[in-house]
């Protein structure tokens, strides 16, 4: 059976969560940490008056940045009045899957790749449906440790987001919140009938990721 095929009954349950309402997309942020100031990190959220963060790294610590560390970090956002949950099935740096390599060929970069190819997996649409669960009652934001969003796995599920009805706002540090669009940043995605996303082999309107 293929990976789409397993896939149908729950992506039919996210489609429908956010097509109930049509009238009034559901919508998140996404913020990346990197060497940002807890103030300033705070600063951003309060402008977004976000009360929940979303933590996607594949791994929840900064030798860096240890304000961003696995223990750290949930308890000044508590302080805050800001809930955390690590949501490790959106979580990136994934290994190859068992897809096609030319349903998401698409991509070059091999991390974006292989994380591509996770978005076909039930873990991927279980993260979803625990995302769409939360955005429910909360202003959401994902957050990862890069800060470009073009180059982090970021990018990719704010573009099924975006094919499933979700309006997509992208936090940075140095700029203006910026509104994502599907396939605004790296390789062409093709939006099957069912909102899964890939990105085949063949593209030819590829953008850069800077």
């Known amino acids: 059976m293929s990976p789409l095929r397993q896939l149908e009954p729950t992506i039919e349950r996210n489609i429908e969560a956010v097509t109930a309402e049509p009238e009034r997309p559901r919508v998140i942020w996404t913020i990346g940490h990197w060497t940002c100031p807890r103030e300033v990190f705070l600063r951003n959220l309060a402008d977004a008056d976000i009360d929940h963060l979303v933590d996607i790294r594949a791994h929840p610590g900064s030798r860096r940045s240890p304000q961003f560390g696995a223990d750290e970090l949930p308890r000044w956002l508590r302080e805050a009045g800001i809930g955390y949950e690590r949501l490790p099935d959106l979580g990136g ?53 890069e800060p470009m969003p073009w180059r982090c796995h970021r990018l990719l599920v704010a573009n099924t987001l975006a094919a499933r009805g979700w309006q997509v706002w992208h936090l940075l540090t140095t700029a203006a919140p910026r509104r994502h669009t599907l396939g605004i940043w790296g390789a062409t995605p093709v939006t099957g009938p069912d909102a899964v996303v890939t990105y085949p082999t063949g593209d030819i309107g590829r953008k850069p990721l800077r």
């Open 93 to 145: 740096r994934r290994p190859p899957q068992d897809v096609d390599p030319d349903v998401n060929g698409g991509w070059l970069n091999a991390s974006f790749h292989h994380y591509a190819d996770y978005t076909l997996t039930p873990g991927y649409e279980r993260g979803l449906t625990r995302l769409g669960d939360l955005a429910d009652t909360h202003r959401v934001v994902l957050m990862c440790g």
